[in-house]
């Protein structure tokens, strides 16, 4: 344990984060989700429904009702990547490759399922291995998502999470490092929205739950804490190119979390939320981790406890009063 905290304090994560913005490699730029939604009305017997299967793919941007009681309350879950972008890549203790997109989409449902049962409505990003943008053929490049397209699938979670009028957001991703020592969770935020404080009390509570959840199994997971999503932003391609690239590397926000941009991006979240990216697959023992089908219920347990948390009554109010827009 102390090799890999001395190890991450030196390295301090100054190559980690350098992905595309629009890619949102744990990056949060694309990041798995959360968000809050209340819908007055809804009951265990609602049907689960895509929100806008013209605009999702198919699987995507779906809605489940609770399954026992009714908060009156709805919880926006993003799996980060997916489909044809499989994110951040690393490798298992054993030598078995793992991919983010893959790992993240059982988190997220877990996490939909316990959510549920507690009586939230629970919107989640995707349900499948797909894309969460339906994509158009310039959303593609050589098997690949363009820099379009990996900036239009993050864009989809966030109008996603506006439609079902979501009162907070949460993404779950993983992260990748340029050596197989970096190790550690984090979480992050930003601290220029009109709802600043709600991120933080968000992912504060998101950080503390998880990383407390997985120190319970005796896994000693560096805690990196909560940060603001300003010293995470990414790049996509080479900014010198000009366009999208040039956009991207000028923005220094997550998209998931991040403000309007003019010419860049024009539908950003409107409600609190956070970025979890609770380990890094290209450290074997934590890529070991992510794969397990124990590592993803202690992480799902971590997310559900902390949304419960922040959505929880306060002072005879639903929820944490903060703003949705």
């Known amino acids: 344990m102390d090799r890999r905290r001395s190890s991450r304090e030196l390295r301090r994560r100054a190559v980690r984060r350098r992905r595309a913005v629009a890619l949102g490699l744990v990056l949060l730029v694309t990041v798995a989700t959360v968000v809050f939604v209340t819908r007055p009305g809804s009951s265990p017997t609602a049907t689960i429904r895509p929100l806008d299967p013209a605009r ?14 009714d908060r009156h309350a709805t919880v926006f879950l993003d799996a980060g990547h997916g489909g044809i972008d499989p994110g951040g890549v690393g490798t298992t203790e054993a030598g078995t490759t793992v991919e983010e997109a893959t790992e993240t989409l059982p988190v997220e449902l877990e996490a939909r399922d316990l959510l549920r049962a507690e009586g939230f409505e629970v919107v989640v990003s995707r349900t499948t291995a797909a894309s969460v943008v339906r994509l158009r053929p310039s959303d593609v490049s050589g098997g690949a998502l363009s820099l379009t397209g990996a900036h239009d699938d993050v864009v989809a979670r966030d109008e ?70 300003g010293s995470l932003g990414s790049l996509a391609g080479n900014p010198s190119d000009g366009g999208i690239a040039g956009r991207a590397a000028a923005y220094d926000h997550l998209l998931l979390l991040g403000p309007a941009a003019a010419g860049f991006f024009s539908t950003p979240s409107l409600m609190p939320g956070a970025v979890i990216e609770p380990l890094y697959l290209t450290d074997p023992y934590e890529g070991s981790i992510a794969a397990s089908p124990k590592g993803q219920r202690v992480i799902a347990e971590g997310i559900a406890r902390a949304v419960a948390q922040y959505l929880a009554p306060v002072r005879g109010r639903s929820g944490s009063g903060a703003p949705s827009g």
Do not use: K
Request: aromatic fraction near 8%; include cysteine; hydrophobic fraction near 40%.
């Open 160 to 229: 996603c999470a506006d439609e079902a009028h979501a009162r907070a957001l949460v993404g779950v991703y993983y992260d990748a490092g340029a050596s197989p020592e970096d190790a550690g969770s984090l979480t992050a935020y930003d601290s220029v929205r009109p709802f600043a404080a709600a991120n933080l009390r968000l992912a504060t509570l998101l950080q503390h739950d998880v990383v407390a959840g997985m120190d319970e199994q005796g896994w000693s997971i560096p805690d990196d804490g909560v940060q603001t999503d």
């Open 56 to 69: 999702f793919a198919d699987g995507s941007c779906v809605a489940f009702p609770p399954t026992a009681g």
